[in-house]
């Protein structure tokens, strides 16, 4: 539901103008952009709120109207606002996904990055795994027996192998049963796209995935949580290997980089 944030206010900081203080004139977009997030951290600002309308937002700011829309379009890039022609300015819903799905350009480009997706990985796969073999039932062993069979049959065919790839993982997760668990492999999920791409071009790839995830499925089949969390982090060591060698290889391994490839 849409809010419109106050545009009047009083000088004892109740809402309105009082909130979005003046901004001397040197300060720069990014220190706009700052002021704005303070207010969303502090939920003086809330999801769905509509801010004031340019004109008046750039005079309670005391900042000229290029500079605050420099400034908006920076949150906007950020998915913080959306900005609606012939409507106005909208803090979004600030889902973690939405908020970081504009970092996927930047981990494309930083190695590093994409080695600190897979430790992320290890800490939240391993710890789901685990709670996963502990509360897992039946239907939930059905749904990755089927997966499994999925991924068996697409395995030359990368992009399918990847979203079933995904659906794997995301099914074990929700086993776990842990809302917040759940809220970080989607932002982990989210960022490790890129990886994941790098690292399951290759066929060979693909197919130690299948092996893994036929491990892992196994000690989930036994509610065996160590030998659960044992054969997901053999999994992800395999996939750190495979993204170590297309680093070395400068990213030029053999045959094509699929979109979307399993991992």
Wanted: glycine share 8%; net charge negative.
């Amino acid at each position: 539901m849409e809010r419109q944030a106050a545009t009047a206010g009083s000088p004892d900081g109740g809402g309105g103008a009082s909130r979005f203080s003046v901004v001397a004139r040197s300060t720069l977009p990014e220190e706009i952009t700052a002021r704005l997030l303070a207010l969303i951290r502090a939920r003086e600002l809330r999801p769905g709120d509509k801010l004031p309308a340019e004109r008046t937002l750039a005079a309670m700011m005391d900042v000229s109207r290029p500079v605050l829309r420099e400034a908006l379009r920076a949150l906007a890039l950020m998915k913080v606002v959306d900005i609606r022609q012939g409507s106005g300015t909208y803090v979004t819903s600030l889902e973690p996904t939405q908020l970081v799905s504009h970092l996927e350009f930047a981990f494309s480009t930083d190695s590093v990055a994409l080695v600190q997706v897979l430790e992320a990985r290890r800490v939240v796969e391993v710890g789901n795994v685990r709670l996963a073999a502990l509360r897992i039932g039946e239907p939930g062993i059905r749904e990755l027996e089927s997966i499994l069979s999925g991924l068996r049959e697409a395995v030359d065919d990368p992009a399918t192998f990847g979203d079933l790839d995904i659906a794997f993982h995301d099914a074990i997760c929700a086993a776990a049963g842990n809302f917040l668990l759940t809220q970080f492999m989607s932002i982990v999920n989210t960022l490790g796209r890129v990886s994941r791409a790098r690292t399951g071009a290759l066929r060979s790839v693909r197919e130690a995935t299948l092996r893994d995830h036929g491990c892992i499925l196994e000690a989930l089949r036994a509610g065996d949580a160590d030998a659960a969390a044992g054969a997901m982090r053999e999994h992800i060591d395999h996939v750190e290997q495979s993204l170590d060698s297309w680093i070395e290889h400068d990213g030029h391994e053999d045959g094509p980089v699929a979109s979307e490839p399993g991992t």
